[in-house]
Every structure is written in structure tokens, then in C-alpha cells.
């Protein structure tokens, strides 16, 4: 049995993959060494994070994905936002927020916690946000450009897309960074092929 760091996510299309990159490296001429930053086949907005699960539950976790998939139509999302959490004025994770289709991801997580958390995965204490993580602050403190960078730039908007399908991850950590494999893919409101 082999054990594999899982989690159920939203792919980005290639616009807004575009988009974000192009965000990313304006903030990295302002804080660049100091921030781990996303590689961009890396961007998605994350449903439900399940640590490391044994493969052999891997069908069955598939299997719930696909359950919650199917209960949702396709619908859009737009990238609207920029942010930091804890906040602006300590930004240890740089964001880029979701304006429509926020609920249809909240629904999501929702769908799929219940019937993950009785396979044993743990829920999260935090309130789920959907955002895409562009980069992780190494050092924290000192970086009030930054932090004035994300200010005049809050409004963030990027286009929109057409979420169709949700994507099961499997992230090995290696030394240069995460290596996501695609486990598999459940479509939004139709039954799956894979
Ligand atoms: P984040 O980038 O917004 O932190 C793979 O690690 C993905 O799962 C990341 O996109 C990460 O989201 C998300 N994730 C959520 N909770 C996590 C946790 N406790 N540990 C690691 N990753 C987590």
C-alpha cells in the first residue's frame, strides 16, 4: 500500500492561467526572493484538501467526487481580487480571489466534505474561501511594499471560464517545489468518462 497526498481541485484554462501569471510577475519585481512563488502549472483553486490517503481508497474518494460533481451544472467563474492571508499588512500567502461562481465552489467543498470526513479525513477548522495561491512569503515582516502593492491592486479582476470539471491531485513534495499528477477528472452535471 503506498501512500499519496491528495486533494480535490479546480484546474484554471489557459486564459486566466495567463492572467494570474501576469499578476504574479508584477508582484515578483516588488517582492521576489522573498516569496516561494506558484509555478504556473501549479495554479487552481483547491475544493477540499485530503492530506495523505492510502491509493487504495483512491476509487472510492473518486467515486465521491464524481457524486458531488454530478449534483452541480457547469457554470462560470471569474478571478476577482487580490489578497493576503493573515492580511495585507502581514501577507504570508498572496491570493487571487473568485467573484462568480464563489458559491457553486463553497457548494462544492460542502458536497464533498461530508462523505470525505466519514472515509476519515479531517475537516478543516477554517471557513473554506475558494483563491488561488500565487506564492507563499518566505521571511515575513519588512515587506510594506508589498503590502502596498497588494492594497492599490485589491480590485484585481481577470476574465471568466466555464468550470466543467473537477480534478483529482496528487502532489508529491519534492525538493523544488510540488508535482501535481492528475488522479482523475469528474465532469460537472453528466455522468464520467475516464
Ligand atoms: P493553498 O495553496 O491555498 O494553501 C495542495 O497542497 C493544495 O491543497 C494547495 O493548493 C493548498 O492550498 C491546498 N491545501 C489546503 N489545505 C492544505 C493543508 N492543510 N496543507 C497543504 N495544502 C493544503
Same mark, same amino acid.
Given at each position: 500500500?503506498?501512500?499519496i497526498r ?7 484554462d489557459?486564459a486566466? #492561467?495567463?492572467?494570474a ?8 519585481r ?8 506558484a509555478?504556473p ?11 495523505e490517503?492510502?491509493?487504495?481508497e483512491?476509487? #472510492?474518494i ?15 467563474m ?9 492580511s495585507?499588512?502581514h ?7 473568485v467573484?462568480s461562481?464563489a ?5 462544492l467543498?460542502?458536497?464533498?466534505e ?8 479531517? #475537516?478543516?477548522?477554517?471557513k473554506?474561501?475558494?483563491?488561488i ?5 518566505k ?6 511594499r508589498?503590502s ?10 481577470a476574465?471568466?471560464m466555464?468550470?466543467e470539471?473537477?480534478a ?9 517545489g ?6 482523475? #477528472?469528474?465532469?460537472?452535471?453528466h455522468?464520467t468518462e475516464?
Open positions: 500500500m503506498k501512500r491528495t486533494f480535490i481541485a479546480v484546474e484554471l489557459q486566466l #492561467r495567463r492572467q501569471l501576469g499578476l504574479q510577475k508584477q508582484l515578483a516588488i517582492a521576489g526572493s522573498d516569496v516561494k512563488w509555478e502549472e501549479n495554479l487552481h483553486v483547491t475544493l477540499l484538501f485530503l492530506g490517503v492510502n491509493d487504495v483512491i476509487p #472510492r473518486f467515486r465521491i467526487a464524481e457524486q458531488a460533481a454530478v449534483c452541480q451544472p457547469p457554470f462560470t471569474s478571478l476577482e481580487m487580490l489578497g493576503a492571508f493573515p495585507i499588512h501577507p504570508r500567502v498572496l491570493w487571487i480571489g467573484g461562481g458559491q457553486e465552489l463553497i457548494a467543498h460542502d458536497r464533498l461530508p462523505p470525505l470526513s466519514e472515509l476519515g479525513y479531517r #475537516r478543516e477548522e477554517r473554506y474561501t475558494p483563491h495561491t500565487l506564492g507563499r512569503v521571511a515575513p515582516g519588512g515587506q510594506s508589498l502596498s502593492f497588494l492594497a492599490q491592486h485589491s480590485g484585481f479582476r476574465g471568466s466555464l468550470v470539471e473537477l483529482l491531485m496528487a502532489s508529491e513534495l519534492t525538493p523544488s510540488p508535482l501535481y499528477t492528475i488522479l482523475g #477528472r469528474a465532469h460537472l452535471g455522468k475516464q
